[in-house]
T-cell receptor
Framework: DQQVKQNSPSLSVQEGRISILNCDYT??????FLWYKKYPAEGPTFLIS?????DKNEDGRFTVFLNKSAKHLSLHIVPSQPGDSAVYFC?????????????FGKGTLLTVNP | DAGVIQSPRHEVTEMGQEVTLRCKPI?????LFWYRQTMMRGLELLIY????????DSGMPEDRFSAKMPNASFSTLKIQPSEPRDSAVYFC?????????????????FGPGTRLLVL
């Protein structure tokens, strides 16, 4: 049973526009969330994270929003650039339990068209 | 810093053969993770070492899988005997100092992965 779900396998946007990647989770014990970015033939790299005590975290063009009541988070990329084309993984953790254990979604392939 | 190094990058083998995947974590990192990525199940944690000691191997799928970390700079994941359903990309990741992910500075750093195909 997938505890972290990324229901859109792919997303295509135009350069300069906003990219919104979505993630839902089912485990209410998750209290820390991360986004990783993965290029082909490379490992995932950490992008941005958010604690459950916040509802927004911003880092440059990247903003993550958390809606705890809906068990939903999203990653916004503004403006999108062709170099942002990659697979984006959402991950969650229960810091009160196994605080090293990331539970990943299956990823969303983002394509930013020039 | 060279990052996490994995070898081989690609491995093709026949069912029943032994497969050994290797990982060199980032120097100074004392937490090491092995993950497997498949289309069906996505990225899954197989095993977690801290200070060379296996802490959580609950993700290891079967007894055919074993992992060792003889020292702070080297780890292996072995599959014996291998089966076609083991075909996947295997990632190694490291972090410091304790592997506690909620400290952003201790975020896990992933290697490039080993793509395994068992025929």
């Amino acid at each position: 049973d997938q505890q972290v779900k990324q229901n859109s396998p792919s997303l295509s946007v135009q350069e300069g526009r906003i990219s919104i990647l979505n993630c839902d989770y089912t485990n209410s014990m998750f209290d820390y969330f991360l986004w990783y970015k993965k290029y082909p033939a490379e490992g995932p790299t950490f992008l941005i994270s958010i604690s459950s005590i916040k509802d927004k975290n911003e880092d440059g063009r990247f903003t993550v929003f958390l809606n705890k009541s809906a068990k939903h988070l999203s990653l916004h990329i503004v403006p999108s650039q062709p170099g942002d084309s990659a697979v984006y993984f959402c991950a969650a953790i229960n810091s009160g339990g196994s605080n090293y254990k990331l539970t990943f979604g299956k990823g969303t392939l983002l394509t930013v068209n020039p | 810093d060279a990052g996490v190094i994995q070898s081989p990058r690609h491995e093709v083998t026949e069912m029943g053969q032994e497969v050994t995947l290797r990982c060199k974590p980032i120097s100074g990192h004392n937490s090491l993770f092995w993950y497997r990525q498949t289309m069906m199940r996505g990225l899954e944690l197989l095993i977690y070492f801290n200070n060379n000691v296996p802490i959580d191997d609950s993700g290891m799928p079967e007894d055919r899988f074993s992992a060792k970390m003889p020292n702070a700079s080297f780890s292996t994941l072995k599959i014996q005997p291998s089966e076609p359903r083991d075909s996947a990309v295997y990632f190694c990741a490291s972090s410091s100092p304790s592997g506690v992910v909620t400290h952003v500075q201790e975020t896990q750093y992933f290697g490039p992965g080993t793509r395994l195909l068992v025929l």
